[in-house]
């Protein structure tokens, strides 16, 4: 199975901050990679998918990169929505494994 | 516009059995991947499962032998039959389309709670 890690788990910045998030796989799963937010009590909400395709409707703030092991995320301009815990994913084979989250939190 | 609803949680003894349901509406479950994710409280997402449009199913390692997903074809409807639940099984459980086309999950339901408990 394909493990996904995510770093940090957890951040805090400020209204109108840039922060970036990385998330690595265990193997090459070339840019079969999503990010997700979740706010508290929602479901989690498609951001980014094939690495670095932004989602129709998601605003252009977030940014995907990444190919083979290693992406990040990178929000610019953080709005108080954006404070939330963000998720990436692998969408290369079955199981379709999550990294463990990132809290990003208001400073 | 798409909306997933996903019923069936509730309380449930451990080794017991609990049968969800995701309807999804403007998407067909038979022609698309279509996946259950969970998340126990306080915990992250984990994957559970998936069937492909051809019928064949995948499952993670936690929930192998006890977790059967299905549809039906004429309701529209998505199913997790689940048996021999744990207390570790309690979750909140969300349906999902996807792998879609960019190997996205595009669509999430609200999500629907299990909870195992004696």
């Known amino acids: 199975d394909i493990q996904m890690t995510q770093s940090p788990s957890s951040l805090s910045a400020s209204v109108g901050d840039s922060v970036t998030i990385t998330c690595r796989a265990s193997?090459?799963?070339?840019?079969?990679l999503n990010w997700y937010r979740q706010q508290p009590g929602k479901a989690p909400k498609l951001l980014i998918y094939a690495a670095s395709s932004l989602e129709t409707g998601v605003p252009s703030r977030f940014r995907g990169r990444g190919f083979g092991t290693d992406f990040t995320l990178t929000i610019n301009s953080l709005q108080p929505e954006d404070f939330a815990t963000y998720y990436c994913q692998q969408g290369d084979s079955p199981p379709y494994t999550f990294g463990q989250g990132t809290r990003l939190e208001i400073k | 516009e798409v909306q997933l609803v996903e019923s069936g949680g509730g309380v449930i003894h451990p080794g017991g059995s609990l049968r969800l349901s995701c309807s999804p509406s403007g998407v067909n479950v038979r022609s698309n991947y279509m996946t259950w994710v969970r998340q126990a409280p306080g915990k992250g997402l984990e994957w559970v499962s998936v069937i492909e449009p051809t019928g064949r199913a995948f499952y993670s390692d936690s929930v192998k032998g006890r977790f059967t997903i299905s549809r039906d074809n004429s309701k529209n409807s998505l199913n997790l039959q689940m048996t021999s639940l744990r207390v570790e099984d309690t979750a909140v459980y969300y349906c999902?389309?996807?792998?879609?086309?960019?190997?996205?999950?595009?669509?999430w339901g609200q999500g629907t709670l299990v909870i195992v408990s004696s």
């Open positions: 193997q090459n799963i070339n840019t079969f």
């Open positions: 999902a389309r996807g792998p879609a086309a960019g190997r996205k999950f595009d669509y």
